[in-house]
């Protein structure tokens, strides 16, 4: 599908996600440690447990906002088709983690609210 596709059914379905809606917030992290420092397999970071599935992927989709901008420079710098393949990949990651982010079954309507006309 063509990029501006992709934008374009990612907006309309942003615009049927009601004003007073919130996200989702029933499901957690699990642990998962990462960065690997020695040969006795000790990982320096972790994803904590128990942290709300919408907060961490927010965060991740932050992470590969920056990291895009990075490839993006170094593709362009140095005119680096590998560099720009993993722009690619990149950008079709965070690609799915803002459609669930943004998905408008992910979305409740809170309750003390009166029904939208």
Known sequence: MPKLAVAA????SVSTVSPNARIRDDQSTFA???YRVNGQGTNLFEVRAGLSTTDALEAASTLMESALAILAQVAGDADNPKAWGAHALFESAKAVVDAYIMAPENYVKPK??????
């Open 32 to 34: 998962s440690s990462f």
């Open 9 to 12: 059914q990612f907006e309309q």
């Open 112 to 117: 003390n609210l009166a029904p939208e006309q």
